[in-house]
């Protein structure tokens, strides 16, 4: 009868492939995949009310795109507002 014996770095390997496997599925690929936002989008993503997303157009803050009667914003321009840049 062969016996395999489970190290403690066995175990610790194990957990961080694991680890890696589950970041690269809970990652939001939807988000990184789409370039541009609607406005319902920018709100919902930094919890913003419509007036102060348009007080964000106004002052130069976030620039946008208007096609027809809708506005869209740059993924980019929404990721350097939530890292403060």
Not at 13 to 42: C, G, H, M, T
Not at 46 to 73: D, V
């Amino acid at each position: 009868m062969l016996i395999d014996v489970i190290t403690r770095e066995d175990l610790n390997e194990f957990r961080n492939l694991l680890l890696n496997d589950l970041k690269q599925l809970i990652r939001p690929q939807s988000q990184q995949a789409k370039q541009w936002l609607k406005s319902y989008e920018v709100r919902k993503l930094l919890n913003i009310s419509a007036g102060t997303l348009q007080n964000l157009r106004i002052n130069g803050t976030l620039a946008f795109t208007k096609i027809g009667g809708l506005m869209y914003y740059k993924y980019s321009d929404i990721e350097k507002i939530m890292n403060g840049k």
